[in-house]
């Protein structure tokens, strides 16, 4: 009679057991790989072993061999960025917390054994909570939507990690052509402090104008002295970015950033893009599904909210000395006992409302998170395009119509002074201004292209920076060598 209830426990726990997920090889990275490919083209690699350490390093190595695009650096972090791994690592965690809410509850063995005298009593108990078990589906939900949030906030920090590499790609690359083009305004400068000298020997130039020409020369230098030093912090970003060490830190870069593109993108539908797209909103959404979902196993359970299966099988052992015709004699007796009990709590007290309330309030919280997230995606998708669009219309009015007409200046102003038309002064503040005008330009193009990164972001997930703010600071730096004479 005892054999039923045990077969359909068993018959129950196997239906449980079936509908358990298992681990996946990579730590349930797949998803994340597949966007990872579909937004950016690019794969991503989990480090767990010697092998797959190697073949990162060796794709790392044959990319940084050649010159670095901003493809290929993206690539290169992916592959080597420990950062990400670890965010991989987390998303393993999450994988191990989910599956495991999808087991059932394991049983509780309790024995115990009491002596004394002539007497002996094994008692043994197995304990199952019965209340986990029946809501194991809803608990198994639940903890699917958390898991699926948790690889979409993965998916955002490898799409953060490409947004930021590509944006001090081009930092670093254009603080490599400020180096270089001041470079080159100083060797002019410098043969022109030492054409004055020559005709301040001669007498053709007087002490004051050779002063001029001098302090210009100087000036420069110390302009490209502060240039020299953003060049080393940008390239040093860079390498924390991409993650490398050693002589891997010997990676090139191009001369010069990329030429604008002929077009730009079009604005149509970039907030509904956003807002289909984002893997941020994913993730938040996903938190939404669990928080209903534990909201609505709150409801169910605010009544009784703990109840514990518990088979017990007692087995007692006595003896007892009676008097027989050969004399005093040991009867034993044995007998084992079994049966069921349920215990269950009730919260008398409140009677499930805290409970209820605390769900409640959790659910709105996120309710609330994800209604803010979408109004900023909005925001931040609309401001994203005003800076991209803007960048590429003052990067194009530099490169068409500014630096041209410098230049137009600078050889007109060469030719008036070598005919002694204008004194030193008007040749080194024409001078001055077109070497601030290239400057500008460069950093014009370096925003453009900042702009364009952030852009994909607002749209996709990943983050935007304050480009515009580096840009105002390296122009303010270098204004007061303009107007300091």
Not at 193 to 212: C, D, F, I, V, W
Not at 357 to 373: D, G, H, P, V
Not at 446 to 465: E, P, Q, Y
């Amino acid at each position: 009679m005892a054999r039923g209830p045990q077969l359909a426990s068993l018959a129950l726990l196997s239906g449980m057991l079936s509908g358990c997920v298992g681990l996946s090889p990579d730590g349930g990275l797949s998803p994340v790989a597949g966007l990872t490919r579909a937004e950016l083209g690019k794969d991503v690699v989990k480090v767990a072993d010697d092998a797959s350490a190697g073949e990162a390093q060796r794709r790392a190595a044959e990319l940084l061999r050649r010159p670095l695009t901003p493809d290929s650096a993206v690539q290169v972090a992916l592959l080597k960025n420990r950062g990400l791994q670890a965010s991989f690592n987390e998303l393993g965690v999450s994988e191990a917390a989910y599956v495991k809410a999808t087991l059932p509850p394991s049983p509780r063995v309790s024995l115990s054994r009491i002596g004394g005298g002539l007497e002996l009593e094994v008692e043994r108990q197995v304990l199952v909570g019965l209340f986990d078990l029946l809501t194991l589906p809803a608990r198994a939900a639940v903890a699917e939507q958390r898991f699926r949030a948790a690889q979409f906030r993965t998916a955002e920090a490898v799409l953060r990690l490409a947004a930021e590499t590509r944006r001090q790609y081009y930092r670093t690359v254009a603080a490599n052509q400020r180096v270089a083009f001041m470079q080159q305004a100083l060797g002019t400068a410098a043969a022109a402090s030492e054409l004055a000298t020559q005709l301040g020997e001669t007498g053709a130039l007087n002490k004051l104008e050779q002063a001029r020409e001098h302090a210009f020369y100087q000036e420069l230098g110390a302009q490209l002295a502060r240039a020299r030093i953003d060049q080393q912090v940008e390239r040093e970003r860079l390498i924390r970015q991409l993650g490398v060490w050693g002589p891997d830190i010997d990676f090139r870069l191009p001369s010069a950033l990329p030429s604008l593109p002929p077009s730009v993108a079009s604005a149509r539908d970039i907030e509904k893009r956003a807002l289909e797209k984002r893997v941020d909103l994913q993730a938040l959404r996903h938190d939404l599904d669990a928080t209903a979902g534990q909201y609505r196993l709150a409801n169910a359970t605010r009544f009784v909210s703990d109840i514990e299966l518990v088979g017990r099988s007692t087995y007692d052992r006595s003896k007892t000395v009676v008097e027989g015709p050969d004399g005093p004699q040991l009867e034993r007796d044995k007998a084992t006992k079994r049966g069921l009990e349920v215990e269950f709590q009730i919260p008398i007290f409140d009677f499930g409302a805290t409970g209820v309330r605390s769900a409640e309030q959790t659910y709105m919280a996120a309710a609330n998170r994800l209604a803010e997230r979408a109004v900023n995606a909005r925001s931040e998708a609309r401001e994203a395009y005003l800076r991209y669009r803007g960048h590429y219309d003052l990067a194009r009015q530099y490169q068409g119509r500014v630096l041209p007409l410098q230049k137009t200046i600078q050889d007109q102003s060469l030719l008036q002074y070598s005919g002694m038309l204008v004194d030193v002064t008007t040749l080194i503040t024409d001078a001055r201004a077109r070497i601030l005008s290239n400057v500008d330009a460069i950093n014009a193009r370096r925003d453009f292209w900042i702009a364009a990164t952030d852009l994909k972001a607002a749209l996709v997930g990943g983050g935007v920076s304050g480009a515009d703010a580096g840009g105002a600071a390296e122009t303010a730096s270098a204004a007061p060598a303009a107007g300091g004479h």
